[in-house]
Structure formats: C-alpha cells, structure tokens
C-alpha cells in the first residue's frame, strides 16, 4: 500500500454530446433529422479516466496536454473542480469528439482538431516547468494511470514512467505507445490485445499470456464487454472475472477508463492483480448501467463539474445524483414539481410504474437503468386496492405506504406518485413523461398505458427483467421456509 494521489498521464479530448429526437428522414438524403437539440460537454480521453477515478474519492493529479483553443478552454474548465491538472504545451487544435444521439441511441460521430502534445525541439525550453512539475507528480503518486490516445502525452513523459515506483496501469489504444516494461496491470480490450500481441485469433487468455511475457508485466487484464474481463500473471495463473450482473443493449463508452481508474486505485492500496480487476469489472459494470459516459453531466450553473470528494460523485449519473434536487430543496418532492422542473431546464423526464411489493435486485436494477435513460425518474405504484384488483385478496404484502417510503430512500428515484386505477394512464397524462418504462416481456401494444405516453409526445422503452427475480418467487421462499 502507498500513499499518495493517483497520477492520469494521457492524451484529454473533449466530448460533445448533441441530443434530440429523430422522427423523420431528410427529403433529400436517407438520413435521419434530429430536432429538438441541447449539447452536453464533457472530458474525454485521460480527462474522463480522470474524472471518473475522481468519483472513487480520492485525490487526483492530471497530466496532460492542453490547448488555449475553445475547446482547450472548455476542457480545463470542465477538469478543474474535480482534479489537479498538470498542463503540458499543446500543439494544433484540441481534439474533439461530437456525437449526434437521438433516444439514447449514437446517430452519427464529427471528429476535430489535430492537437497533440509538443515533443520536439521547439518549445522544449519553455515546456521545463511543466516536465518538472510532472515527473515529480510521477514520482510521488501512490499510483499511475497512463490514458494513451497517440497524442504524445504518453511519449513526452515515457522515461519518467518507466522508472516509477509507483504501480503503474497502462491502458492502451490501437494509436497508443507499447506500454512500458514493468507495468503492474495493462488493460487492454479484446481487440486491442490482438492487436498487441499480434495475433488475429487469439483468445483471451493467449493474448493475455503472451502480452504479459512480452511486455514484461506483472498482470494483463483483457476486458470482454458484457463478459467481464480475464487476467493472467506473468508466468502464472488465468483468472476469469464475470461481470456482477448482466447488463445488454448498453452505452459502454467509457467503461474503459472507469475499469483502469479503479483497477489502479486498488492497486495502490494493496490489492492483488485478480482482486483488482473484480473490483474494476464491479464498478464498469454499475457505470454501464447507469449509462456509461453519456451519463456524465456537468450540474454546476457555470457549467463546470461539482467536486472534489462527495460533490465529483454528483459529476455522474449513477445512483446518489439528484440532477434537480437543488431547487426543491431537502424536502420530499412531488411528481409535479420535479415534472416542472426538468421541463424548465430542458431535461428528459423518465417514468415506470408498477406494484413494487416486497422490492428486491430485480425491481432496483430496473430502476436504475430506466433513471440512466434520462434526467430523473418517477415512479408510479399502485395502490393497496389496485394491487388487490390486480393480484388478487393477498396482495400487498407491503402497504403502499411502506412501499412508497423504501422507493423514495433508492437514489435513482427523483419522485414517487401513488395512483388507484388499474393503470396509471391518468398519472402519464398529468406529469407527461418523455420516456416510459417497462419491465419484461411485454410490446408495447400490450401495454394500455402506451397510448397515453404517444399523447404526451414521449415513448415507451421495454426493459429486459434480471432473471429469476420476482416477488412471486420470494414469497413461495418465504411460505416454503414456515
């Protein structure tokens, strides 16, 4: 175990997200037109994988190049509430990365700007300060996290990294430098392990073992997605790690740099390799679900991201961030008034509904990915009568009270609203959510309810259901158990 902050040394992009709604087609072209648009600005690059080990809690120091473009300003506005920055000169435009997105769904990508970090002569006396102040950040971080896009980040500072004593995460990118000799964990993706080891067809575990000999590295841990990710020692044991739970259909973008980021902290702290990468494939998994870094907002009103400690938390969309609490205050907050409140500010309004007797895994993952589709969510339960019309003379198990007061305790819940018929057509009708949700198998002209979602303009989004997990199921466990 060490002390001392995590040190990102890496290449920092600027990520715009411009979202709408796509109805129709261009007339003269195939293609579709998004209306209806609002930006979301954001780091990228070794700017998220920073932000994002920043959300852990711990002291961050960035290394990177940056730019006095727009961009370049933006970006630094964006980091600098959340971590320390070490700025290196930046030669050409800030990279930037603009997503067109409609529904949660990527249409189209713009990449600009052709900045990369000063490595020649030319400027090398004025860029001393800097290369000062960051090998000495090398040398006294508790752990490293390289963030290599090619842009020469990684490059100006190799020398410093490979004699660090620190534990060193390397996280590779097809353009990227060939990590350093020494490295405590390199992570590359599936594709990028082949790419690596230079082995077209290798499985996992090939590419992991022979990455790990070649590049003269305690661990390789290779990432697979929805499958978790396999780590091998340097001359010992594959490790498979499956993902907590699964979690399909999702915006992964940026999963990587939340798997690194955790994987290095853990390593600082005294974790094994294997231990590491469980904890990393844990908390990938939960960003994935929360909706990956489409979900990273900035909240502050200058645009800036909240931080550090517990305020950099609320710089990410997963559970414990209320995008719109400040305005209502510390109070129980009804539908309406957070209704009226993401309208104001231009949001997405995100609403399911259903019983919710004896809540379990199934109900809260269903929660948290329908809340990760917009900017807050509320739930609609049916009251006790409701339940018995619908379940039957034994149900509720938990009344609606009850019921009402443990869905508003869950962080991914904005407002919780009771209604007494047998659908909650009427409660769609006042608050009108953007986006509806349901659990299971169901279409959507099943659904009663999915007529009045169309009159409020929003859509119905169907969720795949965790298997295994119902309330039927637990109450047999419990009957069986007497």
Same mark, same amino acid.
């Given at each position: 175990?060490?002390? %001392?902050?995590?040190?990102?040394?890496?290449?920092?992009?600027?990520?715009?997200?411009?979202?709408?709604?796509?109805?129709?087609?261009?007339? $003269?072209?195939?293609?579709?037109?998004?209306?209806?648009?609002?930006?979301?600005?954001?780091?990228?690059?070794?700017?998220?994988?920073?932000?994002?080990?920043?959300?852990?809690?711990?002291?961050?120091?960035?290394?990177?190049?940056?730019? $006095?473009?727009?961009?370049?300003?933006?970006?630094?506005?964006?980091?600098?509430?959340?971590?320390?920055?070490?700025?290196?000169?930046?030669?050409?435009?800030?990279?930037?990365?603009?997503? @067109?997105?409609?529904? %949660?769904?990527?249409?189209?990508?713009?990449?600009?700007?052709?900045?990369?970090?000063?490595?020649?002569?030319?400027?090398?006396?004025?860029?001393?300060?800097?290369?000062?102040?960051?090998?000495?950040?090398?040398?006294?971080?508790?752990?490293?996290?390289?963030?290599?896009?090619?842009? &020469?980040?990684?490059?100006?500072?190799?020398?410093?990294?490979?004699?660090?004593?620190?534990?060193?995460?390397?996280?590779?990118? !097809?353009?990227?430098?060939?990590?350093?000799?020494?490295?405590?964990?390199?992570?590359?993706?599936?594709?990028?392990?082949?790419?690596?080891?230079?082995?077209?067809?290798?499985? =996992?575990?090939?590419?992991?073992?022979?990455?790990?000999?070649?590049?003269?590295?305690?661990?390789?841990?290779?990432?697979?997605?929805?499958?978790?990710?396999?780590?091998?020692?340097?001359? %010992?044991?594959?490790?498979?790690?499956?993902? =907590?739970?699964?979690?399909?259909?999702?915006?992964?973008?940026?999963?990587?740099?939340?798997?690194?980021?955790?994987?290095?902290?853990?390593?600082?702290?005294?974790?094994?390799?294997? $231990?590491?990468?469980?904890?990393?494939? &844990?908390?990938?998994?939960?960003?994935?679900?929360?909706?990956?870094?489409?979900?990273?907002?900035?909240?502050?009103?200058?645009?800036?991201?909240?931080? !550090?400690?517990?305020?950099?938390?609320?710089?990410?969309?997963?559970?414990?961030?209320?995008?719109?609490?400040? /305005?209502?205050?510390?109070?129980?907050?009804?539908?309406?008034?957070?209704?009226?409140?993401?309208?104001?500010?231009?949001?997405?309004?995100?609403?399911?509904?259903?019983?919710?007797?004896?809540?379990?895994?199934?109900?809260?993952?269903?929660?948290?990915?329908?809340?990760?589709?917009?900017?807050?969510?509320?739930?609609?339960?049916?009251?006790?009568?409701?339940?018995?019309?619908?379940?039957?003379?034994?149900?509720?198990?938990?009344?609606?009270?009850?019921?009402?007061?443990?869905?508003?305790?869950?962080?991914?819940?904005?407002?919780?609203?009771?209604?007494?018929?047998?659908?909650?057509?009427?409660?769609?009708?006042?608050?009108?959510?953007?986006?509806?949700?349901?659990?299971?198998?169901?279409? /959507?002209?099943?659904?009663?309810?999915? /007529?009045?979602?169309?009159?409020?303009? %929003?859509?119905?989004?169907?969720?795949?259901?965790?298997?295994?997990?119902?309330?039927?199921?637990? @109450?047999?466990?419990?009957?069986?158990?007497?």
């Amino acid at each position: 175990m060490r002390r %001392g902050p995590l040190v990102v040394v890496g290449d920092s992009l600027l990520d715009v997200d411009v979202e709408g709604d796509a109805e129709r087609l261009c007339p $003269d072209a195939p293609v579709p037109v998004v209306a209806g648009t609002r930006e979301h600005r954001r780091p990228g690059g070794a700017g998220l994988a920073a932000l994002l080990a920043a959300d852990e809690g711990t002291e961050v120091v960035l290394v990177t190049a940056a730019g $006095d473009d727009e961009p370049g300003l933006r970006l630094r506005e964006l980091l600098s509430g959340a971590v320390e920055t070490v700025r290196l000169p930046l030669s050409g435009g800030t990279v930037t990365k603009t997503r @067109i997105r409609a529904r %949660g769904q990527t249409l189209l990508r713009v990449d600009t700007g052709d900045g990369r970090a000063e490595t020649g002569e030319c400027g090398g006396r004025a860029r001393g300060p800097e290369l000062r102040r960051a090998t000495d950040a090398i040398r006294n971080a508790g752990a490293i996290l390289v963030s290599d896009y090619g842009l &020469g980040t990684a490059a100006v500072l190799r020398e410093a990294l490979a004699g660090a004593t620190a534990p060193l995460v390397w996280d590779p990118h !097809p353009r990227g430098l060939t990590p350093v000799p020494g490295c405590a964990l390199v992570t590359p993706s599936e594709a990028e392990a082949r790419l690596l080891c230079g082995e077209a067809h290798a499985s =996992p575990e090939q590419a992991a073992r022979r990455l790990a000999r070649d590049l003269d590295a305690e661990a390789v841990a290779v990432t697979l997605g929805a499958r978790g990710a396999g780590v091998a020692r340097r001359g %010992g044991r594959f490790t498979q790690v499956p993902p =907590p739970f699964p979690v399909t259909g999702a915006d992964t973008c940026g999963a990587g740099d939340r798997f690194a980021g955790t994987a290095a902290l853990a390593l600082r702290d005294g974790s094994s390799a294997e $231990d590491a990468v469980k904890a990393a494939v &844990g908390q990938a998994t939960r960003f994935v679900e929360g909706g990956g870094a489409a979900a990273v907002r900035s909240l502050a009103p200058d645009g800036r991201f909240s931080g !550090p400690g517990r305020s950099a938390r609320l710089a990410v969309r997963e559970p414990g961030e209320r995008l719109f609490g400040p /305005e209502l205050g510390d109070r129980p907050r009804t539908p309406l008034e957070v209704a009226e409140v993401v309208r104001a500010r231009g949001g997405r309004l995100v609403a399911t509904g259903g019983c919710f007797d004896l809540l379990h895994s199934g109900h809260v993952s269903l929660l948290r990915r329908a809340r990760a589709l917009g900017d807050a969510l509320i739930v609609c339960v049916n009251s006790d009568e409701s339940v018995r019309r619908l379940k039957g003379p034994s149900r509720p198990v938990v009344g609606e009270e009850d019921r009402v007061e443990v869905l508003r305790a869950l962080e991914c819940v904005d407002a919780v609203a009771v209604f007494g018929e047998s659908t909650p057509t009427s409660l769609i009708e006042r608050i009108r959510p953007d986006v509806w949700v349901k659990g299971g198998d169901y279409t /959507e002209s099943d659904l009663p309810e999915a /007529e009045a979602v169309r009159r409020a303009g %929003g859509e119905t989004v169907i969720l795949p259901l965790v298997p295994g997990q119902s309330t039927t199921n637990l @109450i047999a466990a419990a009957r069986a158990a007497l």
